[in-house]
């Protein structure tokens, strides 16, 4: 088994997911843990015509040509039909929380690129409330970055510069730094908006209204699906 399907619960996810991908496909792939575990089954069943994708990492991208898929980009022209991504922490309203692995600002410009968004996860990242068990990311420009986290301080309690294990800064594939955050109590939307309209912020990873459905694997292989409800019709 390969090392992206260790685990019972992201492999029961994975072929789920993996299965939803039928031949000539044009989708978005995320990065993580989940992603390279759906890649992983995806090139054990070559589809003809073979799947095409736009990829949110350089590591997705070298996988994703090692199973066959195809690279495009978003250009413009292309909407894929399904973006599939993990998740750091997915709460009951289907927003969640990403970041983990720094790419963030790929991983939201594929999902507002695709028809459709579906989150593979395993159940214990499902959580009451954003910010339970990991830090809110924000990407942010490396010029005066110091000055950007005296900004974001202002919105949230604590904004820790990331590094590696030898102590540098983790810089994105897009060249800027992160910052992960503290959650503060309060409404999430709000929370986004501000953190967008921040100078110096690149984007941060609250991915609010963006997943359709998100299914979470447990170690015993069930597969629980969790589908975005559409909101109440109005007044009239």
Known sequence: MAVWLDDPARAA?????AARVGPGMTIGLGSGRAVFSVIEL??????APPVRAATGSAQTAALAVAAGIQLVELDGTLTPELAIDGADEVDHELN???GGGGALLREKLIATAAARVVIAAEDHKLVGRLGTAFPL???VVRYAWQDTRRRLLALVPAAVPRGDPAGR???TEEGHLLLD????PGDLGGLGAALKATVGVVEHGLFLGMAH???LGAPDGHVRTLTRQP???GPG
């Open 181 to 184: 955050c503290a959650v503060p």
């Open 137 to 139: 990311p924000v990407e």
């Open 42 to 47: 995806l090139g054990r069943r070559p589809l």
């Open 13 to 17: 996810v994975a072929h789920a997911v």
């Open 213 to 215: 459905e998100v299914l």
């Open 96 to 98: 969640l929380l990403k």
């Open 231 to 233: 909101p109440p019709p």
């Open 169 to 171: 800064p983790v810089v």
